[in-house]
């Protein structure tokens, strides 16, 4: 699907979508970003347990706590 009214209606290149298949009806709705801290935790839960913690503890160092790493 192309044309400018898909940007007019929300779906600029890249959007993420949700598609609900009914009998005669196809529902398309444009997904609301999830906000950045979110989409940083589905990265992180992606790494290593050695890098996850070695994460935890930089974000320890930040806040101002002290953490060993095991």
Same mark, same amino acid.
């Given at each position: 699907?192309? &044309?400018?009214?898909?940007?007019?209606?929300?779906?600029?290149?890249?959007?993420?979508?949700?598609?609900?298949?009914? +009998? &005669?009806?196809?529902?398309?709705?444009?997904?609301?970003p999830e906000p +950045?801290?979110?989409?940083?935790?589905?990265?992180?839960?992606?790494?290593?347990?050695r890098k996850q913690?070695?994460?935890?503890?930089?974000?320890?160092?930040?806040?101002?706590?002290?953490?060993?790493?095991?």
């Open positions: 699907m192309k &044309g400018q009214w898909l940007e007019a209606a929300g779906f600029t290149t890249g959007t993420k979508i949700d598609i609900k298949v009914m +009998e &005669g009806c196809i529902v398309i709705t444009a997904k609301q +950045e801290l979110v989409e940083s935790l589905r990265q992180l839960h992606k790494l290593s347990a913690k070695q994460v935890q503890a930089l974000i320890g160092a930040i806040a101002g706590q002290k953490r060993k790493l095991a």
